[in-house]
């Protein structure tokens, strides 16, 4: 059974950093793409970041890039996002996501294109 649990969480002031973590079990990913979203209150989930193991290729989304980074300890079966100079509207809960979509063509970004889903972790930065 696959399952992804993610932790990290929590609240910063502006400017602050925060690491989220996401491990991953019952799942191999090494031909696959794993990816962090967030939804804020009455917001679309959007894509945060992805990294998919078979490309390569490493995703971010414009708001976030240079200040995000997204990698993976594979002894592990961990994905993690570093979260750097956090900003107000970095609130949001953040999910892990793990799929093959973005590996035939789909779109990083695209929640229906990975398959399995992490509980969520909530991250509040103050101003």
């Known amino acids: 059974q696959v399952q992804l649990v993610e932790s990290g969480g929590g609240s910063v002031q502006a400017g602050g950093s925060l690491r989220l973590s996401c491990a991953a079990s019952g799942y191999t990913y090494s031909s696959n793409c794993m990816g962090w979203f967030r939804q804020a209150p009455g917001k679309e989930r959007e894509g945060v970041a992805a990294f998919c193991t078979y490309s390569g290729i490493t995703y971010y989304a414009d708001s976030v890039k240079g200040r995000f980074t997204i990698s993976q300890d594979n002894a592990k079966n961990t994905v993690y996002l570093q979260m750097n100079s956090l900003k107000p509207e970095d609130t949001a809960m953040y999910y892990c996501?793990?799929?093959?979509?973005?590996?035939?063509?789909?779109?990083?970004?695209?929640?229906?294109?990975?398959?399995?889903w992490g509980q969520g972790t909530q991250v509040t930065v103050s101003s």
């Open positions: 996501a793990a799929g093959a979509g973005p590996s035939y063509g789909g779109s990083w970004y695209v929640p229906y294109e990975y398959n399995y």
